[in-house]
């Protein structure tokens, strides 16, 4: 059953890349809905839950939020090391790195794995947390999917690999949910990650994705789309919970 319903999580996901490919036309309309639906999906899903799974303190701050900053400065780290090493061979030490925007898809593939894992993991449970689980990861997975052709072709990949990383992150919460005929994540495990996947999905959003949306297009249009992205995350908690 898990199986059957992560395949409405590979079409969503789909669906998502789809229209995040047809609007480039409007690219800061799009930049500007990817921002917003990365601080919604971080700010009211990830650390929440990785709280509740991977709250214990250490040293007086609790582990998720440890690994949140974490996950912030790792990614931060990775694009400055790869902006320098760019810039020794010559190129403009401004421009976009492409390898970055294949990590941070591949980051959002690990996190859709992750997603199929928590649905079987939820029917193992029963069906009606399973139900709930299947709702909450089916709709955001839209989301899921527009980030990541939106990531990747946004460092200067081409089509081909944005397409390529999109099938991926489609196949991630299939594989995922299958996976878990084999065996099941511990709950802290899984808690620890998801607080610094999105330490490192809010670098994404605030110091890359935002920024570009607003830089060509101050416009109060784009400012609508983020929040839109923001409220359209809070009503998914909602209905899921």
Known sequence: MAVFVALGAFLMTLFGGWMAHRVTDRRHLVLGLAGGLMLGVV??????????????????????????????????????????????????????????????AAAMVAHSLMDGIALGAAFQVGGGMGATVALAVITHDFADGFNTYTITSLYGNTRRKATLMLL?????????????????????????????????LLYLAAAEILPEAHHSHPARSTLLCTVGGVGFVWLVVGLAE
């Open 43 to 104: 700010g009211l899903e990830l650390l929440p839950e990785a709280l509740e799974s991977a709250g214990h303190e250490v040293f007086g701050v609790p582990e998720a939020l440890l690994l949140f900053v974490g996950g912030f400065l790792t990614a931060h780290l990775v694009e400055r090391l790869l902006a320098v090493r760019r810039a020794a061979h010559g190129a403009d030490p401004g421009a976009r790195v492409p390898q970055v925007g294949l990590t941070a």
């Open 168 to 200: 991926a992150d489609a196949l991630a919460p299939v594989l995922g949910a299958a996976s878990t005929l084999l065996f099941t994540l511990p709950a802290e495990l899984l808690g620890g990650y998801l607080g610094f996947f999105g330490g490192a």
